[in-house]
């Protein structure tokens, strides 16, 4: 009964590769995002996707291409990975709701080793 | 540019105690406000969510408070407990459906 899956949860990697990480929701939401946490623990939004269309894309290195087959899945390809990289990725939906109402729902994350 | 700041970044208490967790947030022009809570090696829980209309909200033991013209929020959990141990994260939804988040203020309970 997973809302946000999220996989893999652990990802160990040599730099300059290239790896995927798949999020999928199973509440209906409209809308998905991807979330980076680094070292020092502080949430970044990397991009959201409505519909399948993107909606924000915050300054993110072109090396990170989010991909929405569905509604419900919101897929992050990564290349030529660097050591900056490492991190912990969260993705999130939510509902299309009023925005004074509207909660985002969070992933279990994937931690991301880059060596 | 929206900047969200809570302090103290880490707080201990002994069990029973009331735990004061402190928010604030550069720029008032927000839809509302939230409060997760994060486990080690886990995901967020949302905890409570105020509309920028309300001033305050309440769940069980957890009251948040929001005063937007000061840009400032307070969750108070009362009578702690070890289970509360965690980060919490203070988050605000702005324009764009962003959310711009704190650092977090990490809990420790003690028995």
């Known amino acids: 009964d997973t809302a946000v899956s999220q996989t893999p949860k652990y990802l160990v990697t040599q730099m300059g590769n290239d790896k995927s990480i798949k999020c999928e929701q199973n509440l209906g939401h409209d809308t998905m995002y991807w979330y980076k946490q680094d070292s020092k623990k502080f949430l970044k939004i990397m991009f959201s996707y409505n519909n399948k269309e993107l909606i924000i894309n915050e300054t993110v290195p072109n090396r990170f291409s989010p991909k929405s087959p569905d509604k419900a899945h919101l897929n992050l390809h990564i290349n030529s990975l660097e050591l900056g990289d490492s991190a912990v990725y969260f993705c999130a939906s939510s509902q299309d709701l009023d925005r004074s109402q509207e909660t985002q729902y969070f992933g279990p994350g994937t931690r991301l080793l880059v060596l | 540019k929206q900047e969200v700041t809570q302090i103290p970044a880490a707080l201990s208490v002994p069990e029973g105690e009331n735990l004061v967790l402190n928010c604030s947030f550069t720029?008032?022009?927000?839809?509302?406000l939230q409060w997760f809570r994060q486990d080690p090696g886990k995901g967020l829980t949302s905890l409570l969510l105020?509309?920028?209309?309300?001033r305050e909200q309440t769940s069980g033991r957890l009251n948040a408070s929001l005063d937007k013209s000061s840009g400032r929020s307070t969750l108070y959990i009362a009578a702690s407990q070890p289970g509360d141990s965690a980060t919490y994260l203070c988050?605000?939804?702005?324009?764009?459906?962003?959310?711009?988040f704190g650092g977090g203020t990490r809990v420790l309970v003690k028995p």
């Open positions: 105020i509309q920028s209309s309300q």
């Open positions: 720029d008032s022009a927000i839809y509302n």
């Open positions: 988050a605000v939804m702005a324009a764009g459906n962003k959310l711009t």
